[in-house]
Each structure stands twice: as structure tokens, then as C-alpha cells.
């Protein structure tokens, strides 16, 4: 699909800690469907420092055809020294942690805060994002809490795995869909 076609263009950022797999996740809804291999991981030793962007097109269900740009912050999440341009007109969040990390959970607050913080009047929709969930067997931080986290906050929460391809499009589908929902 062209995204010269797209009626709205909807500016969506990925937070969370350094290495809870925002860029796989990222990277795995822009170039891979089902059935596509592993993307590559991120050199751990070498992260880029910067803003990169990503985007797809995409047609809501019942809505229009809309083209995310999806930002991704590149290296600075590590020292929490994230340029506030970052958040300029940001109208949808993922703020993802890594179920087997359970710093990265805890942390979940201070990134909500973080973009609350740089808001205007129009406050940007979130979605809480556990990911990694193709490691169950070293998962220490439940369905449950992250649910009530997510609650406490007003936002849904869901599991993704970017290696097993598990719920990827559905989270930025959900969050697209609810942006459009409080246009
Ligand atoms: P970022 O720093 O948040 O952008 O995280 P990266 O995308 O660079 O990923 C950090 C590490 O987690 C890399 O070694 C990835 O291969 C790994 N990773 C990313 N997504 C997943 C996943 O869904 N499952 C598992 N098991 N590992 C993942
Ligand atoms: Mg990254």
C-alpha cells in the first residue's frame, strides 16, 4: 500500500528500556509477516546513538488507511538523555518492558512519566507492551500485575514476541485503532 494514499499519518514511539527488544519489535512489524525469519539482532556492544524512524501504512478495520511513523530511539534510552523533540507530536505510545527483565518492568512508571511530561493538551495513547513472551520459563513479572499496571495507568496491556512473531501487528494495530477511536 502507498503511503501517499494515507489520509492520516499517525506518530507513534517506542520507550522502554535498552534492550527490551523495541527495535526487534519494530523491526519485525515493518518488514516481517509471518513466516519471515529472525531479524537480526542489534550489535549489543555498538548501540547507535540518534532517532531513527520507520513507517507503514495501514488500513483500519471500519477507518481509513492511515501511515505510522514509528520512531525508535537509538542507544539514548541507556542514559535516559532522550532529546525532547523525540516526543513532539507524538499521538501514540508503546511502552514496552521484557518479561524476563524485571528492572524493565518497574521502570514502565518513569517512562509514562517521562512522556507526560512533555505533552500539550492533547495527551498521546499508550499500550503497555510485554515482549519476549516466547520465554516463559524465565518470566518474572506475571499477567496479572502487569494488567493491574496497565489499569492503574488507563492503558491496555498485551504479550508480544518479535522471534516467534507473536501478536506484533495486533499491538500496533491496537494502538492505531484506539488513536483513530479518540481523533
Ligand atoms: P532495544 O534495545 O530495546 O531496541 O532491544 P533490541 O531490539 O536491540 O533487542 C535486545 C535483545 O533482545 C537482542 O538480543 C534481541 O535479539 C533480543 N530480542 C528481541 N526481541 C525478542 C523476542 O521477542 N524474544 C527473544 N527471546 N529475544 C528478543
Ligand atoms: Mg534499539
Not at 519471515?36 to 488500513?59: C, D, H, I, K, N
Not at 520465554?135 to 502487569?146: G, I, P, Y
Request: proline share 4%; hydrophobic share 40%.
Amino acid at each position: 500500500m502507498e503511503a501517499g494514499d494515507c489520509r492520516y499519518q499517525f506518530r507513534i514511539a517506542l520507550l522502554g528500556d535498552a534492550a527490551v527488544g523495541k527495535t526487534s519489535l519494530l523491526r519485525r512489524y515493518v518488514e516481517g509477516g509471518p513466516g519471515t525469519p529472525e531479524p537480526e539482532p542489534e550489535p549489543e556492544s555498538a548501540p547507535t546513538v540518534g532517532v531513527e524512524f520507520y513507517s507503514r501504512a495501514l488500513q483500519l478495520r471500519a477507518g481509513p488507511r492511515v501511515k505510522l511513523q514509528l520512531w525508535d530511539t537509538a542507544g539514548q534510552e541507556r542514559f535516559r538523555c532522550i532529546t525532547r523533540s523525540f516526543y513532539r507530536n507524538v499521538v501514540g505510545v508503546l511502552l514496552v518492558f521484557d518479561m524476563t527483565n524485571r528492572k524493565s518492568f518497574e521502570h514502565i512508571r518513569d517512562w509514562h512519566q517521562e512522556v507526560m511530561a512533555t505533552q500539550g493538551p492533547d495527551k498521546a495513547i499508550f499500550l503497555l507492551v510485554g515482549h519476549k513472551s516466547d520465554l516463559q520459563s524465565t518470566r518474572c513479572v506475571s499477567a496479572e500485575e502487569a494488567e493491574e499496571l496497565a489499569a492503574s495507568l488507563g492503558m491496555a496491556f498485551m504479550e508480544t514476541s518479535a522471534k516467534d512473531n507473536c501478536n506484533v501487528d495486533l499491538a500496533f494495530d491496537t494502538l492505531a485503532g484506539t488513536i483513530q477511536q479518540a481523533l
